[in-house]
């Protein structure tokens, strides 16, 4: 039921009520991990920063904030809040076992967001052996949001001689930029394949 009140436009107020009437009746319904990271999307979507601090500190007193898939919606929820410090703080200060590939590319989205790409490429580039084709489109895609268009395309080309094939996300992305630079030749040449 609260991931459905969460979920739905209008509903905001029930799900953070609901929440709370599920905090308060432990007993019954228990408050899980699963619960707050969807409370950290709604708060994302709210941009209520100081709700989004209370939770993750109440995350941490419930011990809910050492998964790789909290870490990724603590980062997303304060980086769509405009808390980039806490984003980068919330990842940095992650010490529960290795980063893992949602929670690294969860700080390279953030960074990207924030326009820092040079960072995001540092991440990115940390751990390759963690990058998948959702972390190659994601910083393709910062490249290109970002203005970095050239770059976005030779990242492109480097991913696909790393091995991973592209996708319709690579695609579009690839094409966008080649219309950005006015690379009618190399627009051709995708298209084709």
């Known amino acids: ?34 619960s707050l990271t969807r409370m950290c999307n709604l ?20 011990g809910n904030d050492i998964s790789g898939f909290a870490v990724s ?3 997303d929820m ?10 980068y703080n919330t990842f940095n200060g992650w010490s529960y076992g290795s980063v893992d590939v949602v929670s690294k590319n969860a700080v390279v ?12 490429m540092e991440i990115f580039s940390n751990q390759t052996g963690l990058n998948d084709v959702v972390s190659w489109n994601t910083m ?18 480097c991913m696909k001689r790393n091995g991973f094939r592209w996708n319709a996300h690579t695609f579009t992305k690839v094409l966008n930029a080649c219309s ?11 298209h084709a394949r």
């Open 1 to 34: 039921m609260f991931s459905g009140y969460a979920n739905s436009a209008g509903y905001e107020t029930k799900a953070t009520n609901l929440l709370k009437q599920m905090h308060s009746v432990r007993h019954e319904a228990r408050v899980d991990e699963f």
């Open 43 to 62: 708060t994302a979507k709210l941009g209520n920063s100081w709700y989004g601090k209370q939770l993750h500190s109440f995350m941490v007193k419930t």
């Open 73 to 75: 919606a603590l980062v």
């Open 78 to 87: 304060y980086s769509k809040s405009g808390c980039f410090d806490e984003a």
């Open 109 to 120: 989205v953030a960074y990207c967001r924030e326009g820092k790409v040079d960072m995001a």
């Open 140 to 157: 393709i895609t910062g490249y290109a949001q970002n203005g970095y268009d050239k770059n976005a395309i030779e990242l492109a080309r």
């Open 180 to 190: 950005s630079l006015k690379c009618l030749t190399l627009g051709k040449e995708l």
